[in-house]
């Protein structure tokens, strides 16, 4: 479930939130879910390895006139400027996203609102922008976004993915920049994890959960593309909608 919902446009917090109400579950062991989002970050990780390859071989030229002008460095600053934002929010904010957890009702709302921004994606602006034309602006937007998608029942990557579209970048670059936008996102969130670790004692079913996680994570990595490719993301959106108001109802 996880390595399914963290990268889908369906909100993987949305997910955990409506399973432990629908079952009167207690959230996983913490070292199970530190386990389980590194298996996520390890998929992004090896999804765009040609593009994380190509940001690390362009890093000791930095300075160099000749690669002022790289794509890959222009990425990876666009990525260190919109992870500031979201960054921001999540220290001063997060203790009040997190007590949204025990409000399924609530969050039914808010995976009504991922719908919302996913169907309304139909008709976001095709101005078709690269990484050339990609502004700090944009990076800040997405950032905020990615942010505001602490809140459970938003969709990190719905929000992230349609305010690329909104913004008018291309599909592949704003399914691009939304996923490696979240590699500092869940390792900072991983590290705050691990930091409140006592010693595991059941770590078998923690690394068998990480490789599921890994593998699915993949595997929905490379579904999503394909769908934002196509211009079909909007799609999720009447998934988004259904969940949404079961939840609202059984709360």
């Known amino acids: 479930m996880q390595g399914l919902t963290e990268f889908l446009p369906i909100s993987s917090s949305g997910h955990l939130v409506f399973f432990q109400s629908l079952f009167g579950m207690e959230g996983p062991h913490l070292f199970f879910d530190v386990m389980v989002h590194f298996g996520t970050l390890l998929a992004v990780l090896i999804f765009f390895r040609r593009d994380i390859s190509n940001i690390a071989s362009d890093l ?3 300075f160099k006139k000749e ?45 009504l609102i991922t719908g919302l921004i996913l169907y309304l994606t139909r008709w976001a ?44 970048l291309n ?14 996102a869940i390792l900072g969130a991983t590290l705050l994890e691990a930091r409140k670790m006592g010693m595991a004692t059941e770590t078998w079913p ?14 929905s990595l490379t579904f999503l593309m394909k769908v934002i490719r ?7 959106s009447y998934y988004c909608f259904g969940l949404g108001i079961l939840m609202i109802l059984l709360s």
């Open 60 to 62: 000791p030229t930095l």
């Open 67 to 111: 690669k002022r002008d790289s794509q890959h460095l222009r990425l990876l600053l666009w990525i260190i400027l919109g992870s500031i934002p979201t960054g921001l929010l999540g220290v001063f904010l997060g203790d009040w996203f997190e007590s949204l957890f025990s409000k399924p009702g609530v969050v039914g709302g808010m995976l």
């Open 125 to 168: 602006k095709k101005e078709e922008k690269n990484i050339d034309k990609m502004t700090w602006l944009d990076a800040i937007l997405i950032g905020i976004a990615q942010g505001i998608a602490i809140t459970p029942g938003i969709s990190r990557s719905g929000a992230t993915i349609s305010t690329g579209l909104f913004l008018g």
């Open 171 to 184: 599909r592949e670059l704003s399914g691009k920049f939304s996923f490696l936008l979240s590699v500092p």
């Open 206 to 219: 923690a690394f068998l959960g990480m490789a599921a996680a890994f593998l699915v994570g993949l595997f």
């Open 230 to 236: 196509m211009g079909k993301i909007g799609s999720f």
